[in-house]
Every structure is written in structure tokens, then in C-alpha cells.
């Protein structure tokens, strides 16, 4: 169900998941990866972490629908509004 309104998704909806680690985006950099604003574009995951885009890849699968991992660090993620996403700590 969408968090804003209640509705039902639909078959186009994607789902996002969220990495938020200090240590995991440090990484990234390390490995090359930009960032900006505390946050990995959805493409430095395939490149940069191919151990979670087959996680993503494998998730797709089972759900029927597109699964993006997106990686933050703390900071980065505080810019996400509130009411886009459903938080699970």
C-alpha cells in the first residue's frame, strides 16, 4: 500500500530500498563511486556493490516488480522528505 494515501500499488511501482550507513557510503567513495548529498546515484549499486545489485536482481524476482537499492549516508538522508517513504529502522 502507498504510505501517502492508503491506495493499493500498481503493477508499474517500483519499491525502494534504503542502505543508510556512514561506513557503506565511505566505501563507495572509496571505491570510486560520486556522491551527492549524501546519497549514491541507483546506477553506483550495479557498479559499485555487486553483491547488493544481485540482491536487487534476486528481490525483483520474487516480488514481480522493479527493486532499487539506494545507498545514503546519515547526513544524505536526512534531505529525503518526509511522507516519500515508509522508514523501517
Known amino acids: 500500500m502507498?504510505?501517502?494515501?492508503?491506495e493499493s500499488f500498481d503493477a508499474s511501482?517500483?519499491?525502494?530500498?534504503?542502505?543508510v550507513s556512514d561506513k557503506v557510503y565511505s566505501q563507495g567513495i572509496e571505491?570510486?563511486?560520486k556522491g551527492s548529498n549524501?546519497?549514491?546515484k541507483v546506477g553506483a549499486t550495479r557498479k559499485y556493490f555487486p553483491?547488493?545489485?544481485?540482491i536487487e536482481k534476486s528481490l525483483s524476482e520474487q516480488l514481480g516488480r522493479k527493486v532499487t537499492v539506494r545507498i545514503f549516508n546519515k547526513e544524505g538522508f536526512e534531505t529525503v522528505k518526509a511522507g516519500q517513504e515508509i522508514l523501517v529502522r
Open 2 to 6: 502507498k504510505f501517502k494515501n492508503g
Open 13 to 19: 511501482s517500483d519499491i525502494d530500498f534504503f542502505i
Open 31 to 33: 571505491k570510486g563511486a
Open 38 to 40: 549524501g546519497a549514491f
Open 51 to 54: 553483491e547488493i545489485h544481485e
